[in-house]
Structure formats: structure tokens, C-alpha cells
């Protein structure tokens, strides 16, 4: 229900824009009342960001799914290189008319903006704990999310300007190694 309510709202948003759908309207191409819609929605921006619903734990998992004596870092940092060679569309790294129609409809509206931080927050904080949960571990879960999202941002930025997907490619391969090594310097407990 939750994915076929986000995929309704969200062809609706990008049809005629976020600011433009009330919420009424969404439950109504739904199928649902507008209370059952809350129930699974607390705001309408969620019905947007549902589509990172599994990945906001994931670098979480991750590390702790990691092999017997991989460090987290190289865990992270694999994992990473592995998404941006799939074009993951959390990398950045993907050229698919609708990720790119997605995107703007998330960077392009203010609230969603603002809710996307939330998400990252709770991201970070799912990485902390699974780093240990001290300080030094919320701070290099703040580093490690931060380098991500960067990342990301450097891939949208240049497929949204026209650049081909598959001449970005090895150039984000770099930067993230380079990302990650920089990290590592920095982050010795966890690299």
C-alpha cells in the first residue's frame, strides 16, 4: 500500500507540482480516505521521500553486515563504488529521464529539502550506533554521510548538465576513492 500510495502521489506532484497536489487529491487517486492516507503518511512530503525509505538505514547495515575483518570505511567505501557502478540513483550517477524528473522535484521544493535532512539525520544516526554510538562515532557517521551526499550532489550536478553518464563514471569512481582515503586519514578507528 505504502508504494503504490508514494507512486500515485508522486506522478501527480510531478505532473503539476509538489506545492499544487493537496493532499485530498492524492488520497482520492488513491483510492483512500484521507485519514487512512495519514495513517501511513505523517506528512505529505513522506509520501515523496518513501523512496529512500530502505536506504535510510543502509549504510547502517551495511557495516554491520560487513565480512570478518573488513573495517567499516572499506565496507562503506565498497559498497559505494558498487552503487555507482548499478547508476544507483542515490549516487547521482544515473541519467533515467524519470530519476531526473524525481530529482527535481525533490531539490526544487523547499519542504521536501528540508524533510530530505531529517532523513539524512536519522541516516546518520543509524550509522553512529552502528559505529558504537559514542561521540566519535556520531561524528564520523556526520563525516561519512556528509562525503556521500557530496558525492551524490557532484554526480546530479553534472548529469543534470548534460554530461553523459558513462564519461562521469570514472571520474566519480575517483573522487569517491579519493573521498574515502581522505576519510580514512581522518577516521584511523574506523578505516
Same mark, same amino acid.
Given at each position: 500500500?505504502?508504494?503504490? !500510495? =508514494?507512486?500515485?502521489?508522486? @506522478?501527480?506532484?510531478? %505532473? &503539476? $507540482?509538489?506545492?499544487?497536489? =493537496? ?24 509520501? *515523496? ?20 575483518? %573488513? ?5 562503506? &567505501? ?8 548499478? =547508476? ?9 529521464? +524519470? *530519476? ?14 528540508? +524533510? ?6 536519522? =541516516? %546518520? ?11 566519535? @562515532?556520531?561524528?564520523?557517521? $556526520?563525516?561519512?554521510?556528509? *562525503?556521500? +551526499? ?12 548534460? %554530461?553523459? !553518464?558513462?564519461? *562521469?563514471?570514472?571520474?566519480? &569512481? ?6 574515502? &582515503? ?10
Amino acid at each position: 500500500m505504502h508504494q503504490e !500510495v =508514494s507512486d500515485i502521489a508522486i @506522478a501527480l506532484f510531478l %505532473e &503539476r $507540482g509538489f506545492e499544487k497536489v =493537496s493532499v485530498a487529491e492524492v488520497a482520492a487517486a488513491a483510492g483512500i480516505s484521507k485519514p487512512t492516507l495519514f495513517r501511513y503518511f505523517a506528512a505529505k512530503e513522506d509520501l *515523496v521521500l518513501h523512496r529512500f525509505a530502505d536506504h535510510e538505514t543502509e549504510a547502517a547495515r551495511v557495516v554491520a553486515a560487513r565480512a570478518d575483518g %573488513e573495517s567499516p570505511l572499506g565496507a562503506l &567505501r565498497g559498497h559505494f563504488l558498487a552503487a555507482l557502478d548499478g =547508476s544507483d540513483p542515490v549516487t547521482g550517477l544515473n541519467s533515467d529521464p +524519470r *530519476v531526473l524528473a524525481f530529482h527535481r522535484l525533490l531539490y526544487g521544493t523547499p519542504s521536501l529539502v528540508a +524533510r530530505l535532512h531529517a532523513y539524512l539525520e536519522r =541516516s %546518520e544516526a543509524a550509522l553512529a550506533d552502528a559505529l558504537g554510538g559514542d561521540l566519535d @562515532a556520531r561524528l564520523a557517521a $556526520g563525516q561519512i554521510v556528509a *562525503v556521500q +551526499r557530496l558525492l551524490a550532489q557532484e554526480n546530479w550536478r553534472r548529469i543534470t548538465g548534460g %554530461e553523459d !553518464v558513462e564519461a *562521469v563514471r570514472p571520474q566519480a &569512481r575517483a573522487a569517491a576513492e579519493r573521498a574515502f &582515503r581522505q576519510l580514512a586519514a581522518g577516521l584511523s578507528r574506523y578505516a
